[in-house]
């Protein structure tokens, strides 16, 4: 039963414009989110996240945006950039509890200049 | 500097033998992951540790054991019980402090030849 889901595989943006990568899930204990970026043969590095207390959060290009009663996330990049092509992982906590990272598919962005 | 370090960065093993996979961090976290990741599956959890001499299976654990006898480390062995061992694995590090995130290796890339 997959719990965390990325339910576009891939998604093509030009440059310039705003990247927006789609996370849903299903289990209303999660209270911590993240956003990894993954290259190939690479391991994950830290992007954004957010707590359940928040609806939002900002760092420089990347935002995330939390919609608990939907169980929906999202991270939005603006302006995405060619150096933004990668895998992008949503991963989801409960940091109550045990700390257990659940992670999603991922989706695969692709900037093109 | 503090990180996390798996090797070897390409293993290669026999059908039927068992091989052990080297994750060492220095970041003083009392909680490490283990991940695979196969083509369109995403990053699934094998097995975790919440602190030192305590381990949780995952949500594919056969075939897998490990042991958390130091903090710095928790190695993985994949047994000849495992049916599927070629796939990229992730082993991950975080503080037992909420809302912080996971620390990820650079990876193994097991191939069973």
């Known amino acids: 039963d997959q719990q965390v889901k990325q339910n576009s595989p891939s998604l093509s943006v030009q440059e310039g414009r705003i990247s927006i990568l789609n996370c849903d899930y299903t289990n209303s204990m999660f209270d911590y989110f993240l956003w990894y970026k993954k290259y190939p043969a690479e391991g994950p590095t830290f992007l954004i996240s957010i707590s359940s207390i928040k609806d939002k959060n900002e760092d420089g290009r990347f935002t995330v945006f939390l919609n608990k009663s939907a169980k929906h996330l999202s991270l939005h990049i603006v302006p995405s950039q060619p150096g933004d092509s990668a895998v992008y992982f949503c991963?989801?906590?409960?940091?109550?509890?045990?700390?257990?990272?659940?992670f999603g598919k991922g989706t695969l962005l692709t900037v093109n200049p | 500097d503090g990180g996390i370090t798996q090797s070897p960065k390409y293993l290669f093993r026999k059908e039927g033998q068992n091989v052990t996979l080297s994750c060492e961090q220095n970041l003083n976290h009392d909680a490490m992951y283990w991940y695979r990741q196969d083509p369109g599956q995403g990053l699934r959890l094998i097995y975790y540790?919440?602190?030192?001499?305590?381990?949780q299976k995952g949500d594919i654990a056969e075939g897998y054991s490990v042991s958390r006898e130091k903090k710095e480390s928790f190695p993985l062995t994949v047994t000849s019980a495992q049916k599927n061992p070629t796939a990229f694995y992730l082993c991950?590090?975080?503080?037992?402090?909420?809302?912080?995130?996971?620390?990820f290796g650079q990876g193994t890339r097991l191939t069973v030849v």
């Open positions: 991950a590090s975080k503080a037992r402090v909420m809302n912080t995130e996971a620390f």
């Open positions: 991963a989801a906590s409960n940091e109550g509890s045990n700390y257990k990272l659940t």
């Open positions: 540790s919440q602190i030192v001499n305590d381990f």
